[in-house]
């Protein structure tokens, strides 16, 4: 199944994209479908202003900031007196992954073509699906999904 489930995250992150949403949007509405996180229109609509590295700021890349936010809501607290350590390291250690993975982790340096063109859509949707697979796995490698239900496959 966890295999599966990669994939699932990983084409439905890439579709979104395809279907016209920025690469934070894409993350944050694959996740909260297929690991049902029970995120609303509003909680989705943050993602919007990520893109581009912040507003096409070239900045912190979208897919890793929606990739945060995705651990937020698996590792977050609800209450100021609740432990913020679990979000803050598996947020760490995600950006380090990314980091790695991608060999940075700004837009800007990410993806070097101008905004909006062919090249750097198609470099941006390569992020974003390849993104969508290295959270999945990492949520898988560490069981951070075990409260969460993930959708059942059609």
Do not use: W
Not at 43 to 49: I, Q, S, V
Not at 80 to 93: F, G, L
Not at 97 to 102: D, L
């Amino acid at each position: 199944m966890g295999d599966v489930i990669v994939q699932s995250i990983k084409q439905q992150a890439g579709q979104n994209f395809r279907d016209g949403y920025n690469c934070a949007e894409a993350i944050l509405r694959a996740f909260n479908e297929n690991l049902a996180l029970g995120l609303g229109d509003d909680a989705l609509k943050m993602g919007a202003g990520f893109g581009g590295g912040m507003g096409h700021a070239g900045c912190v890349c979208g897919a890793l900031a929606a990739s945060i936010m995705v651990l937020g809501v698996l590792q977050g607290r609800a209450h100021k007196d609740q432990n913020r350590e679990p979000a803050y390291r598996a947020s760490e250690e995600f950006y380090c992954k990314f980091s790695e993975a991608f060999g940075g982790t700004c837009c800007r340096l990410l993806n070097l073509h101008p905004f909006e063109t062919k090249e750097h859509l198609r470099n941006c949707l390569k992020i974003t699906g390849n993104t969508a697979d290295l959270l999945m796995q990492y949520i898988q490698e560490n069981g951070l999904s075990k409260s969460q239900g993930f959708k059942e496959s059609p």
